[in-house]
């Protein structure tokens, strides 16, 4: 049972415009949400964070937006660059979870020069 | 300083032999988790591991699955009978303190493992 969904497995934008990636979630219990990026042969890197209590959280060209009532969130890049070309994972976190997260099923961004 | 390092970075096994991955987490960090990723899936937790308490074996998918940490460092992940859908990249993170959502966990590179 998946709850965080990345339903776009890849996503392609031009240098200088804005990459959205998409993540929805299916458990309301979900109270803390992260983004992880991921090069080839690394492991994932954390990139941003959002508290359920917030729904804007932004860190430089990095923006990730919270909407409780639809469980969703995004993230934002702009502008978008080609170093940020790599695979993007959501994931989430809950109290009643202890110590698991859960993570979408990752896309895949490419920035072309 | 050093980071989360993983061993092997590559195993290759036939269907039936053990197998041992290995995650040294950075110096400090008393949270280690592992997870595993199998071609277009998400990361799938695994086991967590918090000082010396008990470990959340909560997402370990058979009783072919376990792990030790040694000393609240190293932290070993064992595969008995390896069968092939066990193929996967194996990815090892550590946090400074609790293990709670808003901890950021730093990943290993993760050990790619195949199961012919």
């Known amino acids: 049972d998946q709850q965080v969904k990345q339903n776009s497995p890849s996503l392609s934008v031009q240098e200088g415009r804005i990459s959205i990636l998409n993540c929805d979630y299916t458990n309301s219990m979900f109270d803390y949400f992260l983004w992880y990026k991921k090069y080839p042969a690394e492991g994932p890197t954390f990139l941003i964070s959002?508290?359920?209590?917030?729904d804007k959280n932004e860190d430089g060209r990095f923006t990730v937006f919270l909407n409780k009532s639809a469980k969703h969130l995004s993230l934002h890049i702009v502008p978008s660059q080609p170093g940020d070309s790599a695979v993007y994972f959501c994931?989430?976190?809950?109290?009643?979870?202890?110590?698991?997260?859960?993570f979408g099923t990752g896309t895949s961004l490419t920035v072309i020069p | 300083g050093a980071g989360v390092s993983q061993s092997p970075s590559n195993k290759v096994t036939e269907k039936g032999k053990d197998v041992e991955l290995r995650c040294d987490p950075i110096?400090?960090?008393?949270?280690l988790y592992w997870y595993r990723q199998s071609l277009g899936q998400g990361l799938e937790f695994l086991i967590y591991?918090?000082?010396?308490?008990?470990?959340?074996k909560s997402g370990l998918p058979s009783d072919r699955f376990s792990a030790e940490r040694t000393g609240g460092s190293v932290s070993t992940l064992t595969i008995q009978r390896t069968q092939q859908e066990d193929s996967a990249v194996y990815l090892c993170?550590?946090?400074?303190?609790?293990?709670?959502?808003?901890?950021?966990?730093?990943f290993g590179p993760g050990t790619r493992l195949t199961v012919t």
């Open positions: 994931a989430a976190s809950a109290p009643h979870t202890g110590n698991q997260f859960y």
């Open positions: 110096s400090g960090h008393t949270a």
């Open positions: 993170a550590s946090s400074l303190t609790s293990g709670s959502g808003s901890d950021e966990q730093y």
């Open positions: 591991f918090q000082g010396n308490s008990a470990p959340d």
């Open positions: 959002i508290s359920s209590i917030k």
